[in-house]
């Protein structure tokens, strides 16, 4: 069993950086790539970014490229979303998911397990 909780959102202004982060416990080795994800108020859910956990190689979408980091720590088991540069249309939920695939995907349906969410509000 794979068990993901985000933490670190809140309320910034844009420009601003909010560093999130995603504990993984229990069957770890079954998330063989991870990403973050997020949905905003009547929008469909959207890729950020991925990684895969042995390599590392990241990918990200090109409206957050230059802008958020994604990584990964194996000691403590999380998985990181560094922010920075903040804009309005950042504005969402986002949620950590981990997927049995080794490559990163893009599509929500390949991932697995799912975080619960952690609500990331940038304001003008």
């Known amino acids: 069993q794979v068990q993901l909780v985000e933490s670190g959102g809140g309320l910034v202004q844009a420009g601003g950086s909010l560093r999130l982060s995603c504990a993984a416990s229990?069957?770890?080795?079954?998330?063989?790539?991870m990403g973050w994800f997020r949905q905003a108020p009547g929008k469909e859910r959207e890729f950020v970014a991925g990684?895969?956990?042995?390599?590392?190689?990241?990918h990200y979408s090109d409206s957050v490229k230059g802008r958020f980091t994604i990584s990964r720590d194996n000691v403590r088991n999380t998985l990181d979303l560094q922010m920075n540069s903040l804009k309005v249309e950042d504005t969402a939920v986002y949620l950590c998911?981990?997927?049995?695939?080794?490559?990163?995907?893009?599509?929500?349906?390949?991932?697995?397990?799912w975080g619960q969410g952690t609500q990331v509000t940038v304001s003008s």
């Open positions: 229990g069957r770890t080795f079954s998330s063989n790539s």
């Open positions: 990684i895969s956990w042995m390599s590392g190689t990241t």
């Open positions: 998911a981990g997927s049995r695939a080794v490559a990163v995907s893009t599509i929500p349906g390949l991932y697995g397990y």
